[in-house]
């Protein structure tokens, strides 16, 4: 019982981080476009370098 | 031959738009985490009752404390930032005098929310938070997707009268709104004086299932998905496969709306009844939604890619 006294608070934690985490990767652009990064493979210039 | 999903960026997407979306998800997500969190919290609420020794069952009642605090600090965040949107509809709506759909939503958490607050405070009581992030999270999730389906047909009709189909929905929600409120008010007085216990229970039931997000999504998705169908075969479409399009996505757009009416109707009977916890109401109110969208995107694969004429695959 005494456990969950400091379990939960670090779950909270651990809750809050990920949170973090998961805002700043959609507000850096990560989700805007998914298909995105398979199509730029094929989109790159292989002509002469100028 | 681009391959378009409901959550492909629409073509010349603005700033506006783009963070729009950006916020839409950060809500629909951090609700995700948030519910996620508070219906573990929530187990040992629904183990009382099922205990034998009173040393147990003391102890189970610390651990509920404890529980229902944590989800309080969870579930807060959710109402405050991730509902804010429905705040803002609800806020907007009773200002012009309206009633639209953010307003039993609004109802709906608030019925839920606030008596929880006040079981959690007071230490007495059954508290709603899972069924609360729950119906935050699903309503998200809806209005996630009926966004991306607005964004992916915005400023382009590509030869196609919405009007008429989105008039009748939003006629059809009003109505439908307006009479969910009212029955919930009555089946909770009812419930009020044949056995208190239940009356909140209930009533918050009636006013999650009365949210007609399954309805706003119904004509957005499936427009979008014959934007999905156009974009896919570029210019290539004759006159016959365009008019088989247009039919084909009027009717996917009236069965989506009879669909989730129908089954609306089936549910409020059983939810008045007390027979449906709060919780699951939610959890149709997602799969209302989820087979709307699911519906709407059948128009992509009836459509079939390929040369063949489109004509056939729809008809």
């Known amino acids: 019982m005494d456990a969950l006294f400091l379990l939960l608070p670090i779950s909270l934690l651990f809750v809050v981080g990920i ?14 476009d998914t298909q995105d990064a398979a199509r730029a493979i094929l989109r790159d210039d292989d002509g002469p370098q100028s | 031959m681009p391959r378009v999903s409901l959550f492909s960026p629409p073509p010349g997407m603005t700033e506006g738009m783009r ?17 996620m969190q508070i219906m573990m919290l929530a187990f040992p609420g629904y183990l009382r009752g099922g205990v034998r020794s009173a040393e147990a069952q003391t102890s189970l009642e610390q651990a509920i404390v404890l529980m229902n605090w944590t989800s309080l600090a969870l579930c ?29 939503v609004a109802l709906g958490i608030l019925a839920a929310f606030i008596p929880s607050v006040h079981a959690t405070w007071t230490d007495a009581g059954e508290v709603y938070f899972d069924s609360v992030s729950m119906f935050v999270a699903f309503l998200l999730t809806a209005r996630y997707l009926e966004t991306c389906a607005r964004q992916a047909v915005s400023g382009q009709s590509g030869g196609f009268d919405e009007a008429p189909l989105l008039r009748s929905a939003d006629r059809l929600a ?14 909770g007085l009812y419930w009020l004086r044949a ?9 918050v039931a009636l ?39 247009d039919r084909a996505t009027v009717r996917i757009a009236r069965q989506n709306l009879h669909g989730s009416l129908a089954w609306h109707l089936l549910m409020t009977p059983l939810a008045a009844l ?3 916890q709060p919780w699951l109401a939610a959890i149709t109110m997602l799969a209302s939604s989820l087979a709307v969208a ?11 890619a390929g040369p063949a004429p489109l004509a056939q695959g729809i008809a």
Not at chain 2, 19 to 35: E, F, N, S, V
Not at chain 2, 82 to 103: E, F, T, Y
Not at chain 2, 177 to 184: H, S
Not at chain 2, 228 to 238: F, M, W
């Open chain 2, 174 to 187: 009003f109505w439908f709104v307006v009479v969910q409120i009212l029955l919930a008010g009555l089946v």
């Open chain 2, 19 to 35: 963070r729009a979306r950006r916020h839409m998800l950060a809500r629909t997500g951090l609700a995700w985490l948030g519910m």
């Open chain 2, 274 to 276: 007390g027979w449906v």
């Open chain 1, 19 to 32: 949170g973090a985490a998961f805002w700043w990767a959609i507000f850096s652009g990560q989700f805007d």
């Open chain 2, 207 to 245: 006013l999650v299932m009365s949210c007609p997000c399954a309805m706003s999504m119904s004509v957005p998705t499936a427009l979008s998905a014959r934007r999905a169908v156009q974009l896919r075969e570029g210019g290539a479409l004759g006159a016959e496969d365009a008019r088989a399009l």
């Open chain 2, 76 to 104: 807060a965040p959710v109402v405050l930032y991730c509902a804010w949107p429905v705040w803002r509809g609800a806020w907007r709506d009773l200002a012009r005098l309206r009633i639209g759909m953010d307003v039993p």
């Open chain 2, 294 to 304: 699911a519906n709407a995107w059948r128009l992509t694969r009836m459509a079939g």
């Open chain 2, 195 to 203: 056995a208190p216990e239940h009356a909140l229970a209930v009533t």
